[in-house]
């Protein structure tokens, strides 16, 4: 019997990754796993107590033991951080800064990378920035989603829905999460080698999911059925 669907999405901030990640998920009727919110919540964590972001192994310390769970289907998904929901929380302007910090600690990635394999085991769909290279480096199916960095930064904008954010602000706060995440030592955001890249600059979400269901039907069509 084969094992269930893994499919890994990997891109940069802005590049629709959750939404997308969602839509096939429900399509495929499978487990949702937006691992960007795992590292939120560690970030929130580390927010929440009295340890500083710089201390490496206390971080990694508290990756590690804290409990942090993703609930409900893909349209509802739910965070919780030792049972409280955090869901609104861990997408503050601080926790969204924070992550970037913690994130880029080897010791905080392996504690996520264990928990997300083994909640992958029963087939999911999984978006981050180091999914097919590490994660699952034998997913069935691996997409890595891009666009400008302007056309993310405005998308940003759109999230954060606040009219004093500036879009050059919002741009430069990108560019230096996109240098960080692709020049960290551990787990860098880089395109796996067997990965369809999608560049979703000026397309819709409808036309970027029609192309990805595409691929996911010619690639496991068999055990999507």
Same mark, same amino acid.
């Given at each position: 019997?084969?094992?269930?669907?893994?499919i890994?999405i990997?891109?940069?901030? $802005?590049?629709?990754?959750?939404t997308?990640?969602?839509?096939?998920?429900?399509?495929?009727?499978?487990?949702?796993?937006?691992?960007?919110?795992?590292y939120?919540?560690?970030?929130?964590a580390?927010i929440?107590s009295?340890i500083?972001?710089?201390?490496?192994?206390?971080?990694?310390s508290?990756?590690?033991?804290?409990?942090?769970?993703l609930? $409900?289907?893909p349209?509802?998904?739910r965070?919780?951080?030792? $049972?409280?929901?955090?869901?609104?929380q861990?997408?503050?302007?601080e926790?969204?800064?924070?992550s970037s910090?913690?994130?880029?600690?080897?010791?905080?990635?392996?504690?996520?990378?264990a928990?997300?394999?083994?909640?992958g085991?029963?087939g999911a769909?999984?978006?981050?920035?180091?999914? $097919?290279?590490v994660v699952?480096?034998d997913?069935?199916?691996?997409f890595?989603?891009?666009?400008?960095?302007?056309?993310?930064?405005?998308?940003?904008?759109?999230?954060?829905?606040k009219?004093?954010?500036?879009?050059?602000?919002?741009?430069?706060?990108?560019?230096?999460?996109?240098?960080?995440?692709?020049?960290?030592?551990d787990?860098?955001?880089k395109?796996?080698?067997?990965?369809?890249?999608?560049?979703?600059?000026g397309?819709?979400?409808q036309?970027?999911?029609?192309?990805?269901?595409?691929?996911v039907?010619?690639k496991?069509?068999k055990?999507?059925?």
């Amino acid at each position: 019997m084969s094992r269930p669907l893994i499919i890994a999405i990997d891109g940069p901030s $802005g590049a629709g990754k959750s939404t997308l990640g969602r839509m096939l998920a429900r399509a495929l009727k499978l487990l949702y796993i937006d691992t960007g919110s795992m590292y939120r919540a560690v970030a929130l964590a580390v927010i929440d107590s009295s340890i500083k972001a710089s201390d490496d192994i206390a971080v990694g310390s508290l990756a590690a033991h804290v409990r942090i769970d993703l609930l $409900g289907d893909p349209d509802s998904l739910r965070v919780t951080l030792e $049972g409280r929901d955090v869901t609104e929380q861990i997408r503050s302007e601080e926790a969204t800064h924070m992550s970037s910090i913690v994130s880029t600690i080897p010791e905080v990635r392996r504690a996520m990378v264990a928990r997300q394999r083994e909640m992958g085991k029963r087939g999911a769909v999984l978006n981050g920035r180091d999914i $097919g290279t590490v994660v699952f480096p034998d997913a069935d199916v691996k997409f890595f989603l891009t666009a400008s960095p302007a056309e993310r930064a405005h998308r940003r904008l759109d999230e954060l829905d606040k009219q004093s954010a500036r879009f050059q602000e919002t741009l430069a706060e990108m560019t230096e999460r996109d240098r960080r995440d692709s020049t960290r030592a551990d787990s860098p955001l880089k395109i796996a080698e067997d990965a369809i890249v999608i560049d979703s600059s000026g397309l819709s979400i409808q036309e970027v999911f029609e192309r990805m269901m595409a691929v996911v039907r010619e690639k496991a069509g068999k055990k999507t059925e």
